[in-house]
């Protein structure tokens, strides 16, 4: 009975926490009726949520969480990527491979060659920066996103890459089938690797990405779309 109880209020706590992302989300689709709701914002108003202050009563959290995805929309460039269907994504699928191919040409050409696009893998990691947790786990992924809003764009390019090295040996003795059960499952081989979020951060940081990197690149992005 008591294991009972405690799945009962498991249950009515993530109803209650379900209500609340869709609250917010709700004030969102109103205030920004340009944009309105897009997949993945979910999942970031779930991490505003975890990564909230202890001690808040349920609105000011809500309100907290709210005017953080606003900022996240509109200071820190997700709306970009989330606009005129999704077409900013375009545009970091192929910032993504410039660097990629900068580091890694070796695995590109594989991924080339087993007709593997880098919208198979990396489509969550711009969609939610990675606070879907498929392919870092919620301490990896907390640990990112908390960076984001300090660094912006230019760390979440150098953790795809981090995790780009810690996959690229098992990639490149992998078909297309065995590929995409890696992609499906990184988290395992990512953890080897970098057994504390601090060592994904420091291995991030190893690789230099700058914003002129990515202006520049946008802007080649931009001449390939029109040309």
């Known amino acids: 009975k008591e294991e009972d109880r405690k799945e009962e209020d498991r249950k009515e706590e993530d109803r209650k926490e379900e209500e609340r992302i869709q609250r917010v989300l709700r004030a969102f689709s109103f205030c920004d009726v340009k944009l309105r709701y897009v997949q993945g914002m979910n ?12 001690g808040d009563d349920e609105l000011m959290k809500e309100m907290d969480a709210f005017g953080m995805l606003v900022s996240i929309m509109n200071t820190h460039g997700l709306r970009d990527v989330y606009e005129n269907h999704l077409f900013g994504l375009k545009r970091c699928f192929y910032q993504l491979d410039i660097l990629s191919t900068d580091h890694f040409p070796s695995l590109l050409q594989h991924f080339k060659e087993c007709n593997v696009t880098t919208s198979m893998y990396a489509t969550s990691w711009f969609l939610t920066l990675f606070t879907n947790f498929d392919c870092l786990s919620p301490a990896y992924a907390f640990k990112v996103f908390n960076i984001f809003l300090i660094e912006g764009w230019t760390f979440i390019y150098q ?4 995790i780009l090295e810690s996959l690229q040996s098992k990639l490149l003795g992998s078909d297309f089938e065995a590929i995409l059960r890696i992609l499906q499952d990184p988290q395992p081989i990512i953890m080897s690797m970098y057994p504390h979020p601090n060592d994904l951060v420091r291995a991030s940081d190893c690789y230099v990405v ?4 990515l202006r520049e690149s946008e802007r080649s992005f931009e001449e390939s779309m029109h040309g």
């Open 43 to 54: 999942f970031i108003v779930q991490a505003l949520f975890d990564g909230g202050r202890d």
């Open 159 to 162: 953790v795809s890459l981090a």
């Open 210 to 213: 700058t914003d002129v990197m």
